[in-house]
Each structure stands twice: as C-alpha cells, then as structure tokens.
C-alpha cells in the first residue's frame, strides 16, 4: 500500500500529563504533530500514519510512560493505478451507463480525492463479486464535469446505481462494501 500525503495539519492539543498513570493497562500514546511554526499533541488513531523523523522518548522521572513521536500525521489511500474498474466519461456514458441492460454502479471521484482513492479498491472487488449481473464505473468529476452537475454531485465519492437509464438510489461518502453490497442487493 502506498502512503500518500494529502494534507499537512497542525493541530495544537494539551494533554496532561496526570491522566496517563503508569500502572494502566492501556495507555493512550500521544503523537507530536509540526507544521510551520505550531506544534501540539494529536491522540494517535487508526487510518492515519505517522511519518518518523525521529523519537524521543519522556523522562524517566515522570510517572506517564508515554512516546513523543515527531514527524507528520499521513493518510494511507492505497495507490489506485492497480485498481481494475472501467473508467466512463461524457463520450461513453450514454451507451455504458444509460442503454445498458444491467444496473450500473458508478462511483463520482477525483484522482486528488483521498476517500474516493480508499473506496475504489471496495468498488473494484464487488464488481469482481457481481461480474455478470452488475456494471461497475468511475467517473473523473474534473473531466466530466457537465454529467455531475446534471446528477447533482456536490461532493465525492459519490456512488450511484441506475437501473434501466434512470438513477435508482445513491451513496455520498466512502461507505463501507455491507452499505454498498445492501444497496446493489436491491436492484441485482
């Protein structure tokens, strides 16, 4: 999976250092996050990694036993190029999309979209588990950008299903595959 930065932060928190105790059996581990000329504690959490740059470890007279990381906070989005889910632009939506005889799912993205890059890999799977019964697309918003104002797209990922030319239901956000495999169950 390849790390991609998205966006640099600075987020300045306080944490004290008495709401640690060191004979816990979790701990929260505190995370030093520097951009420019502010810097602050962020509490570590899932789906976000931490660049190192290098560590440093409290004093070993106070009683947290906690680690100061320094570096920046990145979100993983796994690198899309690998990813197999047929693109749909302006020249083809009307025979792919529109006259196809199976419902299509298409998914409204931007390459600079980091939730549309995390739930291309969840659309590329269903479209493998659906083969036969389900059409799965993608759609570059900054290259099509006439089709998704006619549908309404004010922000991505969106996912849509159409039926029979016509859009049957739709999902804004990077939902995970029980949501979408909830909503293709309903028109397969």
């Not at 036969?132 to 004010?154: F, H, M, V, W």
């Amino acid at each position: 999976m390849a790390a991609v930065v998205l966006e640099s932060i600075s987020i300045p928190r306080f944490v004290p250092t008495n709401s640690y105790s060191a004979g816990a059996s979790t701990h929260r581990r505190s995370v030093a996050v520097s951009a420019g000329r502010s810097s602050g504690l962020v509490a570590e959490f899932g789906g976000l990694r931490v660049s190192r740059r290098g560590r440093r470890v409290a004093s070993a007279e106070r009683t947290a036993a906690f680690v100061r990381r320094s570096g920046a906070a990145m979100c993983e989005a796994p690198d899309t190029a690998a990813v197999d889910v047929r693109d749909v632009s302006k020249a083809t939506w009307q025979s792919l999309v529109m006259e196809s005889d199976k419902p299509v799912m298409v998914e409204f993205w931007a390459p600079w979209c980091g939730p549309c890059r995390m739930i291309l890999p969840i659309i590329a799977k269903l479209s493998k588990i659906y083969e036969g019964k389900l059409e799965c697309y993608k759609l570059n918003t900054d290259e099509s950008p006439d089709i998704a104002s006619q549908y309404g797209i004010r922000s991505i990922p969106t996912i849509m299903i159409f039926k029979n030319g016509e859009k049957k239901d739709a999902v804004i956000g990077a939902v995970p595959e029980s949501t979408l495999i909830t909503i293709i169950e309903k028109f397969v």
